[in-house]
């Protein structure tokens, strides 16, 4: 099975700011690293309060 999505992302100035220090000083393959890890702990987080709200029912 195939699973395609796509994700629309926002950071804030601090995580910009962190972004663009990544990507110049490391490159651009550890900047898409600490994009990808960024976008993870918000879908962790994101399933666990979906899980937790559930709970509550």
């Known amino acids: 099975m195939v699973v395609e999505a796509k994700v629309t992302f926002e950071l804030d100035e601090e995580q910009k700011l962190q972004f663009q220090d990544v990507r110049e000083n490391e490159g651009e393959q550890e900047a898409f690293y600490f994009l990808e890890e960024l976008i ?11 899980m937790e709200y559930k709970d509550k029912k």
């Open 40 to 50: 993870m702990k918000e879908i962790n987080l994101a399933e666990f309060v979906e």
